[in-house]
């Protein structure tokens, strides 16, 4: 069953991101260790671990805000190497929403959006406007366009932040720990938006924290602990019976509360 | 005094008592609230009165506004403001034709229009930056005419305030360009741009301007091919130039310094590459961030132009010494220092209050500037 799955998994796209051997060392300190991942087109993947076990580090590299040391990484067939054009390439291709949200604070809400359409796509500025608003309502926060981040909700800046990343209409977003710096009551309000992103087939790499999340959308859960890949699996039997013990101890105390 | 007024906050209306007994009031609760403060109050307006009637009686009761020289002044025992009365021209314009005098006039009033203009109309940056660029291209040309009748004045004849305003304006509008890269160069991951950038700030830094003022006018015709020659004046604004850069570029770095790294994440991450970024998102969070201190290194940049004396380029303060030479008024520098101290601090508190404004004014207009 669950050969027959991934052959469909293979037959139904090429990988779209793909992490061969990679390794990384901050110093002396091993991060990653021979990370190894396939993700293809409209695949939803949720990194899951304790922390500095890696997870963010990981998709860090994956658009180079990290610099891996050993091993390739390739996102739609380039190569992420020391090239800047392979680099800014990449980045064109993947977008990231942060944990601190990182919207620019001396722009408003529709001049975050639309800036970098304007400057990196070389959008004319209405179109990229008209861009904006849509994906401003598609976060469903349109009337928020003209204020400054610094006059929002986390939620709502964090759901700004989603809007411009897929303002470049990106192949592929990643996710680092998005809801980790919200106040629980917007945590549901940026999940709808990511669940709706999920729903429509975006490719996407999370890293989270939040089970109900990763259960109802992800394809493959990915479980990582001290710099290693420890476990991969599609959500009902990483969560059913995962295989190994830290795998096991990791939901249980995740999940116990 | 039985004016009614409504206090907003409590909308209660009580008649306003007379101004004696609210001053009483404020003294009371202000200056005299404890045995120890009333002892220190006590002491400061002793102190207080012992130099401000004195300063007053010699400033105004004993001063002498017109005298043909110095010893009628002493006669009285006063301020001799018949020097400044008689020599004030002199001591703005220097020895620029009088017939012309007119054309650096002008050029005061353009500035102080534009410093005027700056902080009242609410312009845009790009039309105020516009305004000072045309604003000291005309101030230039008016000094130099040779142009729609006005004679030529060489650069030696561009005495007194004008010469200072126009050292600070062009030394400053000059430099920032050269201190905007140096403070980029410094944190740059290119070791040659680096080093180089911290070769330039230090090297500037850790030399007294009068150095870097004597190293432009003395050293530098010497290694210029002979025939070439080059204006004093611009040798010397040359050095200003670099002097100037070195300390906005530490203002501008300070300001770097404090942009989080989320920031060139965020734009590394949408693929602006390094100049979009730098312009578009680092930049102006910095610069905005640092008005305060570039300001202030503004002000000193200011006063550091009377420096430009000791290489015998005649500012305010070099014609104050040059009016002294005159026999009828050798005794007269308290007040020639005194017209150029109050000149200097009238520009600069008038500069620090505009900063303060500032400010004020773009931590209101972006709420989310200063908090992440």
Same mark, same amino acid.
């Given at each position: ?121 070389? /959008? ?8 904006? $608003?849509?994906?401003?309502? @598609?976060?469903? *926060?349109? &009337?928020? !366009? ?64 939040? /089970? ?8 493959? $859960?990915?479980?990582?602990? @001290?710099?290693? *890949?420890? &476990?991969? !699996? ?24 | ?372």
């Amino acid at each position: 069953m669950a050969v027959q799955e991934s052959a469909q998994r293979q037959a139904a796209g090429r990988p779209m991101i793909e992490l061969r051997n990679v390794n990384k060392w901050y110093g002396d300190f091993h991060v990653l260790k021979d990370i190894n991942i396939g993700v293809r087109k409209g695949e939803r993947v949720v990194v899951c671990g304790p922390s500095g076990s890696g997870k963010s580090t990981m998709i860090r590299c994956i658009n180079r805000l990290e610099e891996h040391q050993k091993g390739n990484i390739f996102v739609d067939g380039i190569e992420l190497t020391g090239d800047v054009k392979h680099v800014e390439a990449i980045r064109r291709e993947v977008g990231m929403v942060f944990q601190q949200f990182n919207l620019f604070p001396h722009l408003t809400v529709l001049q975050n959006l639309t800036l970098a359409p304007i400057w990196v796509r070389k /959008m004319p500025k209405k179109e990229a406007e008209e861009l904006a $608003m849509q994906l401003l309502e @598609r976060v469903k *926060i349109p &009337e928020q !366009a003209n204020k400054y981040p610094g006059q929002l909700s986390g939620g709502q800046q964090q759901r700004v932040a989603i809007a411009r990343s897929l303002c470049m209409k990106p192949e592929v977003m990643l996710f680092d720990e998005p809801t980790s710096a919200l106040d629980p009551e917007m945590i549901k309000e940026v999940l709808d938006v990511m669940v709706g992103l999920a729903q429509e087939g975006m490719t996407m790499i999370c890293v989270t924290h939040e /089970m109900g999340f990763a259960r109802t959308v992800a394809d493959t $859960m990915i479980f990582m602990d @001290r710099g290693q *890949i420890v &476990e991969v !699996a599609p959500p009902k039997e990483f969560f059913a019976n995962p295989k190994s013990d830290r795998t096991k101890l990791f939901l249980s105390q995740i999940l116990s509360h | 005094m039985t004016d009614i007024t409504q206090d907003a906050s409590t909308g209660f209306i009580e008649p306003r008592r007379g101004i004696v007994e609210r001053a009483w009031e404020w003294a009371r609760a202000n200056l005299f609230n404890s045995v120890l403060n009333s002892i220190l109050t006590l002491i400061i307006a002793a102190l207080i009165a012992r130099i401000a009637i004195p300063l007053f009686n010699w400033a105004v009761v004993d001063a002498t506004f017109s005298a043909p020289n110095d010893a009628t002044c002493k006669a009285a025992g006063g301020a001799c403001w018949a020097f400044i009365a008689d020599w004030g021209k002199f001591l703005l314009f220097g020895r620029y034709p009088e017939d012309q005098r007119w054309r650096p006039t002008l050029v005061i009033v353009i500035f102080v229009a534009m410093m005027l203009m700056s902080s009242r109309a609410r312009l845009g940056g790009k039309l105020l930056l516009a305004m000072w660029a045309a604003g000291v291209v005309i101030a230039v040309a008016l000094m130099f005419g040779g142009f729609l009748g006005m004679p030529y004045v060489e650069t030696e004849l561009w005495n007194g305030v004008p010469l200072n305003l126009l050292l600070t304006v062009g030394g400053c509008g000059f430099a920032f360009p050269i201190a905007i890269l140096a403070a980029l160069g410094r944190r740059s991951r290119m070791p040659a741009i680096r080093w180089l950038s911290i070769a330039y700030i230090e090297l500037i830094r850790g030399v007294p301007l009068i150095t870097v003022l004597f190293m432009a006018t003395v050293m530098v015709p010497l290694f210029l091919p002979t025939g070439v020659t080059i204006a004093k004046l611009w040798r010397a604004e040359v050095a200003f130039t670099l002097f100037f850069g070195a300390y906005l570029a530490e203002a501008i770095r300070g300001g770097l310094q404090v942009i989080p790294r989320g920031q060139y994440e965020a734009a590394d991450a949408l693929g602006l590459g390094y100049w979009r970024k730098t312009l578009l998102i680092i930049l102006p969070q910095a610069l905005s961030i640092s008005i305060p201190s570039l300001v202030n290194t503004s002000i000193s940049a200011f006063k550091d132009t009377v420096l430009i004396t000791v290489v015998g380029i005649f500012d305010v303060l070099g014609d104050v010494n040059n009016a002294m030479n005159a026999p009828e008024w050798r005794s007269a520098y308290w007040e020639g220092y005194s017209f150029v101290a109050l000149l200097f601090f009238a520009a600069c508190f008038y500069m620090s209050r505009y900063s303060q404004r500032l400010e004020r004014s773009l931590s209101r207009t972006r709420p989310g500037a200063r908090r992440r």
